[in-house]
């Protein structure tokens, strides 16, 4: 026993001195330093962040721990859920965040223009703030799942910033049942189940909300499609239908770019009585991409909207890195134009999932990823969809 209390008592000892020893070298006083007159201000200015440096945060966002850090108020937030403990295939989502955050690396305020948009995430009047992960546990599913809710409701709670310039719009206090404008987040997943806690969260606010899902995969399976346990109801498989029984969602929802294998027909029936619509990866070749844009807007009318959107509706050749690959989904160009006419509808929220990046290559699936995210940002802010570029086009061209 004498063995043990040693190290113990000198352990002690060292930790009061080393106390003492830092309380006492508090009172020395710092001298200022005028960097103006250092060699590399002098030369070159300020010490600026390159788009392969600088702290990890999305796009070069200013960036805080907003869960413990309530001094920096914020308009749209992006936050990290990296979650991926109810997966049915591969794992690996919880490093989702990481790789969207490094695929978004060349993006940058300075850099944000593009044909697109005809503008930049920055240039609506939008305070926007990257508030890092939640610690969420990756033992404990339910725990997890609290976890998840328990920051949303934080986040979403908190008062905005009201914007930075005059460009910048109230979007969300129609909605809200408060009447006060609260903050919108992306959320970076994680596995798909991370919705259901992101639902019930904004439920507090709004109310029932319509959902845009844009995945390979309908999500809607009943609950006890993966066990008869409680813990195995919630999967990122079932959450829409958890959601449903608890009232979250409209009966106003629908997916875009379905392609997996079903049991049957009944996997179908099942999802209507979810409330979905289903636009299948097919539709965009049989009808054409307005219309696909035009029936995902009259579906979702004038209710808010959540839209989430799982990497895996873009065909795998173009982003690998996911936990249930289907081939045969939608080009990445197209999921953009999708959402580039999806702008104008009342979003109090959004999401991507389900980026595993130990199944990447070079990056694509994060540097995807994050162009959306980028592409979301700016969707958020409009009132309508941009007009086409226009170049050696006139409007005739677009009738041809």
């Not at 490093?95 to 503008?119: C, E, K, M, V």
């Not at 939640?134 to 008062?159: C, F, G, H, W």
């Not at 958890?242 to 027909?265: F, P």
């Amino acid at each position: 026993m004498s063995g043990l209390l040693l190290p113990l008592l000198s352990f002690s000892l060292y930790a009061v001195g080393e106390c003492h020893s830092q309380h006492a070298f508090s009172s020395v006083q710092i001298p200022s330093v005028d960097i103006a007159t250092e060699p590399w201000t002098a030369k070159y200015g300020a010490q600026v962040d390159l788009g392969y440096t600088g702290p990890l945060s999305f796009s070069h966002f200013p960036y805080a721990r907003c869960l413990e850090d309530a001094s920096q108020p914020f308009d749209i937030g992006i936050i990290g859920f990296p979650f991926d403990t109810t997966t049915s295939y591969r794992p690996g989502a919880r490093f989702g965040p990481f790789a969207i955050r490094s695929g978004s690396r060349r993006q940058h305020h300075n850099r944000g223009y593009t044909l697109t948009w005809d503008s930049s995430p920055y240039d609506h009047g939008s305070s926007l703030m990257d508030c890092g992960d939640v610690p969420v546990s990756a033992y404990d599913n339910a725990k997890a799942i609290d976890q998840m809710e328990a920051a949303y409701d934080t986040l979403l709670s908190r008062p905005v910033m009201g914007g930075i310039s005059e460009a910048y719009k109230s979007r969300t206090a129609a909605f809200a049942k408060d009447g006060k404008e609260h903050p919108r987040i992306v959320t970076l997943g994680g596995d798909h189940t991370i919705v259901l806690p992101i639902l019930r969260s904004l439920n507090k606010v709004y109310g029932p909300v319509s959902v845009i899902h844009f995945d390979a995969h309908l999500d809607t399976w009943p609950p006890m499609a993966f066990g008869g346990t409680e813990q195995e109801r919630i999967t990122h498989g079932t959450f829409f239908s958890i959601a449903h029984e608890e009232h979250l969602m409209t009966n106003t929802s629908i997916h875009g770019g379905i392609r997996c294998k079903m049991l049957g027909i009944e996997d179908m029936e099942h999802d209507d009585t979810v409330g979905f619509q289903v636009i299948s990866t097919d539709d965009i070749d049989d009808y054409g991409i307005l219309n696909v844009i035009k029936k995902i807007r009259q579906r979702v009318g004038d209710s808010p909207v959540y839209l989430s959107l799982d990497i895996d509706v873009v065909d795998p050749g173009l982003a690998p890195a996911t936990g249930t690959p289907e081939v045969g989904g939608w080009t990445t160009r197209e999921v953009k134009r999708i959402l580039r006419g999806l702008s104008g509808l009342n979003f109090v929220g959004a999401d991507i999932v389900e980026v595993a990046p130990a199944y990447d290559h070079a990056d694509i699936t994060g540097i995807a990823a994050a162009d959306i995210v980028a592409d979301f940002l700016v969707m958020m802010q409009l009132d309508v969809p941009p007009k086409p570029h226009v170049g050696p086009f006139t409007p005739e061209d677009l009738n041809w």
